[in-house]
Structures are given as structure tokens and as C-alpha cells.
């Protein structure tokens, strides 16, 4: 009895995986991806999802879509403006339909990120199918799914535009090959756009495959580029004509930091970086930032050499397929969609960190594809054999084990900025980034000592960061080293446009016993940012101490109304009854 309720069980196990039916293997992506994300369900907002929806009141609404193609995602509360040089409105609205269900609950974008990062890998596994066999189409989603080189993108909500650019490009290709219509094909591609610039990877990479596999006419050719030409056409006129976002590279690390000559130095140190992460995922880290000025043996030959290497082992496999008609077109085709997405992260124009895991999420897909070639191609047969086929079992348990391991653990790190920002200022101490970020969440928890600490570290790692500077001044106003608070409030706005920190030095100047210097300060800067209660107070007490008590009043009123707290109020009440003001 107990041998048959055994071998009833062992059937009703083995009845999960065989047979492998789609609807088996979509089911089991679906688990493992939710198994394996669940504890990032619970982390809050990080770095940027502060300015990008917690203080964004533009995602706030429903009513505001269409608001938000009319600038970048950036938002600073402190000047209540739109800064930034990326065009990604499909990802705030995203944010806003979000928000106007669950409010800001960090959960439920979370969740909706881990979904859309799961239904990226179905989508990579109904596209695979139909080059590979099911089982090996399986495993490579798999890898796209659990590869910790993805992490990042999925558990940081600021980055569900790479999920997001990705959704709509993979599903305009799965549409491509299943023969749909071009005009639904090149919604999706705008989508994708408009979820992020990287998006325009898809039109080449639709291209080639249109020309490669296709069996159409010279005339519906010449139909379908005219569609992507007229979707880019769109893209365009959206964009710089409604957004008025240009294609300018001010603010950026690498425009700032490195000529293009030195970009290239970079390119094989870069392309090291996100093969070490491939292959050996071991240490990771947010905010990579690194520039070869000079090129050395060790930053540059060596990079360079295993870089050669690796292009080596890539171009390899088109010569031992050049017999094999159909396996050389879908290897070539992968091999272009691996170097055309990857080459819009090597530097060649400037972006605004030198090394992020998540511009690896499209490369990875290319990659696994000529993985997949290469198994089908070469190696399949001879793994057939039983002991071959056992160990590969092994391996890959083993691997996927790992990968599991790195994402539940890397999933804990994102839990909230003081986590994170402390454990990768130590992982990875040359970032600036995460220097000013752990210093500024040290100040948050009133540890100024060694906030200053790593702020300087911060600025002695880029000296125009000004956020960097105004986190500098607040350790240092709260140390009671005002005159040095002064000149960091005054550094960081000088280092940009937009009256960032402009109210903080106009209340230090206050402070300071110098209204006629804050008067100033604030007058310049409210025509700028005219809805900043901030300086508007400023200027209140400013008027004030210059014993201009009647404009004082009128300033202290628009304090109030824009932020209307306890101490805008009492500010305003004491002048209105002209009560004395203690400092």
C-alpha cells in the first residue's frame, strides 16, 4: 500500500514538468519569479523614486497625463520644478495609474516591476521557441529571469523603464514574427520608446530580423521601414516639440568627467565590467563610476585584450555555421542584437553613470540567444549521453541555486536608502553617489560626524555634484560650522541653473546676520522658482531685519499660502501683529 500511494505521488510530481506543454512552463516562470522577488515586495522607495513619485505631485493625479509629456521624469520639490534630460512619459504615467489606485504604497510598484520583469521572460521564452527547442528555451528564460545582472533593474522602481522599454520592444518582435500587422507593431514600438530612449534598439534589431527570415516582397520591405522611419518620425516631434527635451548631456558623469578620447580609453575596462558580471556575478554594487584618463597596461591593455578575447570566441561559432544556412542567419541575428544594445551603453555618447547592471537586461537576451545557437548547434548531441546529460543537470541546479541565493540576498539590500547606500559605499567606495546617499542618510538620522565624512568623500569624487555640496552644508550647519555651511549652500547654487539650495543660503545668510545678501538671493531666485514657500520665508525675514515690516507681511503671506505648517503661520501672525521675531 504505502509503495503505491509512492509511486502515485512520484507520478503526480513528474505530471508537473512532463509533459513540457507551453502552459507548464509559463506557469513555472511565473512561481519561480515570484518565489525568488517576494521578499522586495515588501522594501520602500529608494534614491530616485523619492523626486519621481513621493514628491511628484504631477503623478499624483490621473488628470495630469497628459501634463507629463511635457517634460522629464526629475522632479525637485525644494524649486517645484521638472529637471532632467530623459523623455520617459509612458514610465510616469505608469507611476500615476499606479499611485491613483494604491497611493504611495511602495508594494504595489514593486509588485507591478516583478510582474512586468516575469512577463519579460515569457516573452523571452515564446520568442526563443520558435528557434530552439522548448526545453532549451525554458532554461534560458529561466537564466533571464534569476540572472542577478537583472536584479537592479527589477527591485529599483526609478528603473521599471528598462522592464518597461523592454515589455513593448520584445512583444513588437514576438508580433514581427508572428506575421502581425505593421501598424500594431509600430505601437509597440513607440511605446517603447516612450518608456525610454533606449527603445530605438528595437527598430534595427526589427529590421534586420524583417530582412534576415522574411519571405515578403521588395515593396513590403520598403512598407515596414517606412513604418519605423514614420514611428521615430512621431517619437520626435512628441518629443522635442511637446517635451521640449532636447538631446543635450549637461549634468551627466561621463560629459563631465571624460573627453571622448578618454570614453574610448574607458570602453574595454567597461566591457570587462559586464562580463565579470555575466559570468562571475559575485560582488555587486549600485553606482559604478570610473573614467581611464591615461591608459595604462592594467586599465587598458589587460580590459582590452580579454575584451579581444571574448569577441574572438563570439565571431568563432559563424565560421564552424557557415555550412549550416539557418543556424548562421539566427546566430548573426543574436550577435546584432547583443552588440547594437550593448553599444548604447559603452560611452560613445555620455550617460549619467559608467557601468549600470540594468543596461545589461536587453544585451542578456541577445547573449542567451547565441548561447542557445550554440547548445542547439554543437552541443546538444553530445550532452545527450546520460552521464553528460546528468551533469549538465547538476550544473545548472547548481547555478540557478547561486542565482537564486544572490537575488533573495541582493533583494534585502534595496530595502531602504540607509541600507543600501551603507552597504554599497562599501562595496563599492569610488561611487560618489552612494557616499552622498549614505551621508545623507546619516544626516537624516542625526549622525553628523560621520556624514561629513562621507560627503566629503562625495565631493572630493566629483566636486560638481551639488546636491552633494547641500547635504555638505546642512552637516555642517547642524555641527554649528556656519560659515562653512554658507559656502557649501552657496557652492551648490552655483553648480546649477534651476535655484536649487538657493533657499537654504538665503535662510543661513538670514541666520548670519546678513538680510541685505539673503534679500538678494531670494529676489534672484523667486523669478526662477516663484512657487518656493522657502524663500519666499526667506525673504519674510529678511524684510524683517532690514525692518521693512509692510513687505514683510505681504512675503510672509505667500510663505503661508504656498506650505501653510505651524511655522510659516506663526511667522506671519507675529508680523501681522506686529510681535517681535526671535531668531
Given amino acids: 500500500m504505502q509503495e503505491h500511494v509512492q509511486k502515485e505521488e512520484e507520478v503526480i ?14 506557469c513555472w516562470i511565473i512561481i519561480i519569479g515570484l518565489a525568488v522577488y517576494f521578499n522586495s515586495l515588501f522594501n520602500g522607495f ?15 493625479s490621473i488628470t495630469n497625463i497628459f501634463l507629463l509629456f511635457r517634460g522629464s521624469t526629475q522632479y525637485l520639490a525644494q524649486t517645484q520644478q521638472f529637471i532632467g534630460l530623459y523623455y520617459k512619459p509612458l514610465l510616469s504615467i505608469s507611476y500615476t495609474i499606479i499611485y491613483s489606485l494604491f497611493g504611495a504604497n511602495a508594494f504595489f510598484f514593486h509588485l507591478f516591476q516583478v510582474f512586468l520583469h516575469i512577463a519579460n521572460a515569457i516573452l523571452v521564452y515564446l520568442i526563443f521557441k520558435k528557434f530552439f527547442s522548448k526545453t532549451t528555451s525554458f532554461v534560458l528564460s529561466l537564466l533571464f529571469l534569476l540572472h542577478p545582472i537583472n536584479n537592479e533593474a527589477v527591485v529599483y522602481i526609478a528603473n521599471l523603464q528598462d522592464v518597461l522599454f523592454t515589455f513593448f520592444g520584445l512583444l513588437a518582435f514576438k508580433l514581427l514574427a508572428e506575421k502581425k500587422s505593421f501598424i500594431l507593431i509600430s505601437v509597440m514600438l513607440l511605446l517603447s520608446l516612450l518608456s525610454k530612449e533606449s527603445g530605438i534598439i528595437f527598430s534595427p534589431i526589427l529590421t534586420i530580423y524583417y530582412f534576415l527570415f522574411s519571405n515578403k516582397s521588395k515593396r513590403e520591405g520598403l512598407n515596414f521601414i517606412l513604418s519605423l522611419l514614420a514611428i521615430i518620425g512621431v517619437y520626435l516631434f512628441i518629443r522635442i516639440v511637446i517635451g521640449n527635451i532636447g538631446f543635450q548631456t549637461d549634468y551627466l558623469y561621463m560629459a563631465e568627467h571624460a573627453t571622448f578620447i578618454q570614453r574610448l580609453y574607458t570602453m574595454p575596462s567597461l566591457l570587462t565590467y559586464y562580463l565579470r558580471m555575466v559570468f562571475f556575478p559575485v560582488t555587486i554594487a549600485f553606482g559604478w563610476y570610473w573614467v581611464v584618463t591615461t591608459p595604462t597596461f592594467s586599465t587598458f591593455g589587460i580590459p582590452l585584450i580579454i575584451a579581444g578575447l571574448f569577441g574572438i570566441v563570439l565571431l568563432l561559432p559563424l565560421y564552424f555555421l557557415r555550412s549550416q544556412k539557418k543556424q548562421w542567419k539566427e546566430y548573426l541575428f543574436f550577435l ?3 552588440v547594437i544594445s550593448l553599444s548604447i551603453s559603452l560611452q560613445l555618447v555620455p550617460l549619467d553613470f559608467t557601468a549600470a547592471d540594468r543596461w545589461f537586461y536587453m544585451p542578456l537576451f541577445g547573449l542567451l540567444g547565441l548561447i542557445g545557437i550554440c547548445y542547439e548547434s554543437f552541443l546538444k548531441q553530445v550532452l545527450q549521453q546520460k552521464n553528460m546529460r546528468s551533469g549538465l543537470i547538476v550544473i ?22 540607509l541600507t543600501l547606500c551603507g552597504h554599497d559605499s562599501l562595496t563599492n567606495p569610488q561611487s560618489y553617489l552612494m557616499q552622498y546617499c ?3 542618510e546619516l544626516y537624516n538620522i542625526k549622525e553628523y560626524r560621520p556624514a561629513k565624512v562621507h560627503v566629503l568623500k562625495a565631493v572630493e569624487l566629483y566636486p560638481k555634484y551639488f546636491l552633494a555640496w547641500e547635504t555638505l552644508g546642512k552637516v555642517d ?9 554658507e559656502k557649501a549652500f552657496g557652492k551648490t547654487v552655483a553648480l546649477n541653473s534651476f535655484g536649487y539650495g538657493s533657499d537654504e543660503l538665503a535662510l543661513v545668510l538670514v541666520y548670519e546676520k546678513k538680510p541685505r545678501e539673503a534679500k538678494t538671493i531670494t529676489q534672484k531666485y523667486l523669478k526662477i522658482a516663484p512657487d518656493n514657500a522657502q524663500l519666499w520665508y526667506a525673504q519674510a525675514l529678511a524684510d524683517y ?3 521693512d515690516k509692510k513687505d514683510a507681511i505681504t512675503v510672509a503671506r505667500n510663505a503661508y499660502i504656498l506650505e501653510p505648517t505651524q511655522l510659516t503661520y506663526k511667522v506671519y501672525y507675529r508680523l501681522n501683529k506686529h510681535l517681535s521675531i526671535t531668531f
Avoid: M
Avoid at 13 to 26: D, M
Fill in 438 to 440: 549614505y551621508a545623507n
Fill in 396 to 417: 545548472l541546479v547548481l547555478l540557478f541555486s547561486f542565482f537564486v541565493y544572490k537575488d533573495i540576498t541582493r533583494n534585502t539590500v534595496w530595502v531602504n536608502n
Fill in 336 to 338: 546584432f542584437i547583443l
Fill in 13 to 26: 510530481f513528474k505530471s508537473f514538468f512532463v509533459p513540457l506543454t507551453n502552459f507548464k512552463i509559463i
Fill in 545 to 547: 531685519k532690514l525692518d
Fill in 46 to 60: 529608494v534614491g530616485d523614486d523619492n523626486a519621481q513619485i513621493q514628491t511628484n505631485p504631477a503623478i499624483h
Fill in 477 to 485: 550647519y547642524a555641527l554649528g560650522d556656519n560659515l562653512d555651511a
